[in-house]
């Protein structure tokens, strides 16, 4: 449950952001969002003026927002009449995050509070939401404590002739068993994501997901993740998952190897190793997000597998990191064009992979914490490929 | 793989639509309205004149796409500087899914199309798609059997003593070993579903989904399904899932005893499979979606059973009935308010449920298409309250 000192302590935080940027109030509509403030998930608005109490407006359950939320204004929401009335004219300018509201929904409100003028908020909320507190933190561990002991368990059941989906099916049982909450949220428009990926073969295929791996998948309308494959001996077998617990998402990938495998793919195994300890170094308060991808790129280069790196060649992902948190796509991005300084406390998955077509996908992956001593591993278990005995 | 008569067929269709509408044009944007048509989901845009051959402008897999696709016309996305030159003068009004497109998106596509008028077409491409092709049946037919075999299996697993998350983990196991592709589309805005309800006592639980029953959960951020509550004897377990298989997606419910159920429990349910059964004689085409939700209501108000028909006395929905097929919550809805008549070839799950405060959940769920010997059930085994020895 979030506690009074810390949601006052977030709402602070974004009134004093929107005073400085001359709004008078957010009207929050996305359901993350308004947890992160809230406390609560429902079906809900979240009207935060620049000062003053929010008020949280609630379709459903406000039997259950009031019982899990510390805001103390919460209310049935307004009809189209009453909406006007609960808004003064002193109120001008009002944000929103334009990266997730519908069109009908944003229609709806300018029609109801005419005349005002409606701003986007969604980098100023994604930038506040990506450095994370103790609190936060700490669920994030936990959460990544039980992930690493699924990801430990693998041996036990990942066998030669079973299909991908046998081990996707098997690990997500364990997950789910261990207190995964199994819906993995992603605020970008067009991606979703199925919970994760348990490929070998199937990972080269050509995919929708912005990733350097997509999977083969079950069908045309869901292609990503684990297909029918068998999954052979002496090839490399990708499991990438995200667990989420206490709304709280932590992403790791380890490689796993039936028998023995092809130097090539050790050697660019290595090349991602190399390029995931440069980055954790580097992830200092004020580093700049884009040049630790192109720290990333420059040492793919080097080692010649460029045109492999973060996917198939010629379509390749522009990142090497995301941030995490109640969503699997938070900010910071080591991107390209992501020019923001890294901020303490952001949390931070870290993914080099190659994928070489008709070899196989091979890389790394772990959920960090930007700190002044770089990053803080909280995927906190062995990278190395695990050899299983054929 | 989407063949190209049906293509072709799904699209002239929508054309005409365009066409009747006086609408220049349909710019797709989202990942399903854009599979429904081009048989492939990328993240990608369509562009669909009222009239000639459409276009796919893919950003990602462009290699996939043209794999998958039976369209003729499938290239790279434009930039925005070449994105002006691809639409005529001619082109007046653009066709957009208001529902589902988010503001950024919208506003970038006006920015890059300017002096043109857009209009929502998301009711148009809503109702093409609930009226079913017989290839689209068949796959959800299939789908169904295979979520059906797994309900079957249920007596094997539930045990007295277990965490309604046990039970939801061994049901999700075997529905995905079944081939379930994992993730359960919705398209409204706010709601989000991690496969379904494995629940007993914590069914209960006031919650944000637009449904009778939304479970515990496992958080406050995931407040949503199976919970930590030990599933207890003599009590009513629900077990309501969704299976998509080939992105076709089947509904259902069934509710399994351990040990014996109390009488006003049982009456419940017997009431809920006469609402049901009237629903299943009354799904012909033609019918008035509304008029079957105010038939369901007055069953139940009749039984005295009213104040918590499809949801906690205070917090209940307002339908008996959804549309099923690539996403969960397609039209028609049997719900207040939607007066579209029945077509033949739509598919509609239809739930009866009650909530009984401190009681439980009970009722039933199958889906059904509609046909003029009323609706035809998919989800084809027996309706009945398993009771399991304890």
């Given at each position: ?200 073969k199937?990972g080269t295929a050509h995919g929708?997901f912005d990733g350097a791996v997509t ?21 490399p077998?990708l ?16 490689i ?6 092809d130097t090539r793919l050790q050697e660019a195994f290595d090349v991602a190793i190399s390029i995931q300890?440069a ?14 991808y192109l720290l990333a790129l420059q040492m793919a280069e080097k080692a010649g597998l460029d045109s492999c790196f973060m996917g198939l060649p010629g379509e390749q992902s522009k990142f090497v990191g ?12 080591l991107a390209k ?14 993914e080099p992979k190659f994928v070489i077509p008709g070899k196989g996908v091979i890389g790394i ?26």
């Open positions: 449950m979030l506690t009074i000192t810390e949601s006052e302590h977030r709402i602070s935080h974004m009134q004093r952001r929107l005073q400085e940027s001359g709004i008078s109030g957010a009207l929050f509509m996305f359901p993350i969002d308004i947890y992160y403030f809230s406390g609560t998930r429902q079906n809900a608005a979240l009207w935060m003026p620049a000062e003053g109490v929010p008020i949280l407006f609630v379709r459903k359950s406000l039997t259950r927002a009031r019982a899990e939320s510390p805001l103390v204004d919460i209310r049935p929401f307004p009809s189209g009449k009453e909406f006007p009335t609960l808004f003064s004219d002193e109120i001008i300018t009002i944000g929103m995050t334009f990266d997730v509201i519908p069109v009908q929904q944003f229609n709806y409100y300018t029609k109801v509070l005419p005349g005002r003028k409606f701003v986007d908020i969604s980098p100023i909320i994604r930038e506040i939401r990506s450095v994370k507190s103790n609190a936060e933190l700490e669920k994030l561990r936990s959460g990544a404590e039980k992930l690493c002991s699924v990801f430990s368990e693998v041996p036990q059941f990942l066998k030669a002739g079973m299909r991908e989906l046998d081990l996707a099916a098997e690990f997500e049982y364990r997950l789910r068993k261990a207190g995964h909450e199994g819906y993995v949220r992603m605020r970008a428009f067009n991606q979703e994501l199925a919970g994760g990926l348990a490929v070998s199937g929708c999977g083969k998948g079950l069908s045309c309308a869901s292609p990503q993740g684990a297909s029918l494959e068998i999954i052979p001996e002496n090839e077998i499991l990438d998952y995200a667990g989420v617990f206490g709304g709280y998402i932590s992403d790791m990938t380890r796993f190897v039936i028998g023995s495998l300890s980055i954790q170094q580097a992830m200092i308060p004020g580093a700049i997000a884009e040049n630790l995301h941030g995490v948190g109640l969503e699997l796509d938070e900010f910071p991005i064009g992501f020019n923001m300084p890294l901020q303490a406390g952001q949390t931070i998955a870290v992956e772990n959920t960090f914490i930007v700190s002044g001593h770089g990053g803080l591993k909280v995927t906190d278990i062995p990278d190395e490929i695990v050899f299983i005995k054929p």
